[in-house]
């Protein structure tokens, strides 16, 4: 059963993650075990060599895995993450999109897929999730 209302309801409660919100992520959908998160590229979002940060679109994975994880199991906190960056983006936006692949009684794990919206994969991240509080 989840735990946010609606999309609005989790977004409120996101408005606590400063940090991906300052930095231009927006939750776009949620459903019990996924979530879609998106960002549009921006100059901030650049690294050096004007490709976009591997910070940035850890943000983005990191923003989905919390969603998706916190609508079934709340409070989750992501204890082991295993990334892979794919190629860089040519386009303006990326996506993640998180799915649970095993839903334990202390942990979890899912799948996060990063694209860009020219339909290129960016990255692929492995996120094992940790249950608060369960005894």
Known sequence: MPVFESIDHARAYFDGDRFALENGITLDEIAPGRAVCSLNIEARHRNAEGGVMGGAIFTLVDLAFAAAANDIHRPTVAQQV??????????SALTARATCRKDGRSSCVYN???????????????VTGFKLGIK
Not at 84 to 90: I, K
């Open 112 to 126: 996060v897929d990063v694209s860009d919206d020219l339909g290129r994969d960016i990255a692929q991240a492995t």
């Open 82 to 91: 295993s990334m892979n960056f794919l190629s860089g983006s040519r386009g």
